[in-house]
C-alpha cells in the first residue's frame, strides 16, 4: 500500500520560512519524480516544485529565488523548504509521485496535504 504523508504546515508569520517534509513508503521512491503542489482556497491547485530520481529540479515562479526543494532517498523523503513567505503562500501544499515515463504502471500519488497559513 502506497502512503505519502507530509508535515511541517502550520501558521507562519509573513517572512519567515518553514520546512514541509513528504514521508513515502510502498513505493520504489529513488524512481519517482517527487513534486510539491497547492491548493488556494477558490483557487486550482498549482505545482510549486519537482525533483526527479536524478535530482534535477524545477520550481514555478511564485517562488523560485526562495524555495529549496530537495530529497533524501535512504529516508524516502522529500523536503520543501520556503523562505520568506507571504501570504500568498497560503494553501494546502500537497506531496505526489510520478513513475518513470517508461514505466507500464503510470499510477500517480498523492499524499492528504498539509495547511500553511502565513498570517501575522
Known amino acids: 500500500q502506497v502512503q505519502l504523508v507530509e508535515s511541517g504546515g502550520g501558521l507562519v508569520q509573513p517572512g519567515g520560512s518553514l520546512v514541509l517534509s513528504c514521508a513515502a513508503s510502498g513505493i520504489i521512491f529513488s524512481a519517482y519524480t517527487m513534486a510539491w503542489y497547492r491548493q488556494a482556497p477558490g483557487k486550482q491547485r498549482e505545482l510549486v516544485a519537482a525533483i526527479t530520481g536524478g535530482r534535477n529540479t524545477n520550481y514555478a515562479d511564485s517562488v523560485k529565488g526562495r524555495s529549496v526543494i530537495s530529497r533524501d532517498n535512504a529516508k524516502d523523503t522529500m523536503y520543501l523548504r520556503i523562505n520568506s513567505l507571504k501570504s500568498d503562500d497560503t494553501a494546502v501544499y500537497y506531496c505526489?509521485?510520478?513513475?518513470?515515463?517508461?514505466?507500464?504502471?503510470?499510477?500517480?500519488?498523492w499524499g492528504q496535504g498539509t495547511q500553511v497559513t502565513v498570517s501575522s
Open positions: 505526489k509521485a510520478e513513475p518513470p515515463a517508461w514505466w507500464a504502471d503510470e499510477t500517480n500519488y
